[in-house]
């Protein structure tokens, strides 16, 4: 029987930076392995999961206006 393997900040997560705010919270794009490609609000970045947390209320909130910001100021998927 094949166990399920639970990816921690999986694609679509609200993310931010444990060990630093200069990135800003940010929306998890793509995983690989143990990879995280992160939208933060001021960089993309590839980042390890280890280094991630999950955001609280408040930054999730910053990371939604921050997109809708942006999909309305320029369209397309942000």
Do not use: C, S
Not at 35 to 50: C, K, M, P, S
């Amino acid at each position: 029987m094949a166990e399920a393997v639970q990816v921690v900040h999986g694609e679509g997560a609200y993310v931010a930076h444990a060990e630093t705010d200069v990135y800003g919270p940010g929306k998890v794009l793509a995983v690989e392995g143990e990879l995280r490609r992160v939208r933060f609000v001021y960089f993309v970045a590839t980042v390890g999961a280890g280094v991630l947390r999950a955001a609280n209320e408040a930054e999730e909130a910053w990371v939604r206006a921050w997109i809708a910001e942006r999909r309305q100021r320029y369209g397309k998927q942000w």
